[in-house]
């Protein structure tokens, strides 16, 4: 057995042959990380460098595990958002191609602006009959208008001046439909677990921890440990479900009102809603940074924050809360 990175090793010689970029992961930055501290090559580096050396060919991209419900949920966040023509900023508005590209930047995967280069992002889907939750769909002949799939003939998109992001019916045929990402929720668990570090899966018990089988079955449901998420629950509200903080974030998980929203969650104090609403963004940080306590960061910070200074933002709270969780978790055996 040569293992992974051995496998990468000769990887990266095909790929000089072949005068192809070679796969050289970022320490720290896909990998998974143990308790102790030490770093371990993880499933989703292994997949990306193999995607990357055959061209990615395969029918499903294991270094993207968003599906297209994580599109279709990111892109509902920005509903009651204006329409303004050439914004990209949703606290002022957006056009239709900058809520495309917004909602798919939000699961951390890079789209054109335009709405004719994103016509021609992903694979082709060649009817809505066969389109999923997540396809861009594009209209007219040249295209000047994008919106997202929903399933049942219903989309959402930012339609015209006067306006707001909204759900409608697909109203005519689109001209093209295009598939970003491969629907990870319909594979079989086994198949999900398969593309996922081991140590951030969901399964096991949590035996005298409050609500432990809230977060098992949470766990297991969206893949992360329940371990994280108790350590994650312990750190933000002392396993609190009636805990508000002081700039209004709310329940056992601590969520934000507008973060509560775009994840699903109707009551945040309600502690099954709120576990399961910490281990749906949970997941996507991991899924997007690779990284445990970036994935902590952003859960702590948001996304942008950790995008924007390329780690964990230096900021005090933060800074503290990462090793704070990992000490949690550390002490429930994680």
Do not use: W
């Not at 720290?28 to 102790?36: K, Q």
């Not at 306006?163 to 668990?189: C, G, M, N, W």
Request: positive net charge; proline residues 7%.
């Amino acid at each position: 057995m040569i293992g992974v990175t051995g496998v990468l090793n000769r990887i990266q010689e095909l790929q000089g042959q072949l005068g192809l970029t070679p796969v050289n992961p970022a320490p720290g930055a896909t990998g998974t990380v143990s308790t102790n501290g030490s770093t371990a090559l993880g499933d989703s580096s292994f997949a990306s460098a193999l995607a990357g050396a055959t061209g990615g060919t395969g029918t499903i991209k294991l270094n993207n595990q968003a599906s297209g419900s994580d599109v279709v949920d990111a892109a509902k966040k920005y509903l009651g958002t204006p329409y303004v023509f050439g914004s990209t900023d949703p606290d002022k508005g957006l056009d239709c191609s900058a809520l495309v590209q917004r909602a798919y930047s939000d699961l951390g995967i890079k789209l054109p602006r335009l709405s004719h280069e994103q016509a021609k992002a992903g694979t082709k889907v060649d009817s809505l009959a066969q389109a999923k939750p997540g396809d861009i769909l594009a209209f007219d002949s040249p295209v000047d208008h994008v919106a997202i799939y929903l399933g049942d003939n219903k989309m959402i998109a930012a339609p015209k001046p006067g306006d707001h992001v909204k759900i409608q019916s697909v109203y005519e045929k689109p001209t093209h439909i295009r598939r970003v990402v491969s629907d990870f929720a319909a594979l079989p668990a086994q198949n999900v677990a398969s593309v996922r570090p081991a140590s951030l899966q969901g399964s096991g018990s949590l035996p005298g921890v409050p609500y432990g089988d809230l977060f098992v079955q949470a766990g297991n449901r969206y893949g992360v440990s329940p371990k994280l998420l108790a350590a994650v629950a312990k750190v933000e509200s002392g396993y609190n479900p009636q805990a508000v903080s002081k700039v209004g974030a709310q329940g056992l998980m601590q969520l934000m009102p507008s973060t509560a929203k775009g994840l699903g969650v109707k009551d945040s104090f309600d502690p099954e809603q709120a576990i399961n609403g910490g281990a749906k963004l949970l997941s996507r940080n991991l899924r997007e940074f690779k990284s445990l306590p970036l994935a902590l960061a952003a859960y702590n910070a948001g996304g942008g924050a950790v995008h924007k200074y390329g780690g964990i933002p230096p900021f005090s709270e933060t800074q503290a809360y990462v090793p704070k969780v990992q000490k949690a978790l550390a002490a429930l055996g994680g």
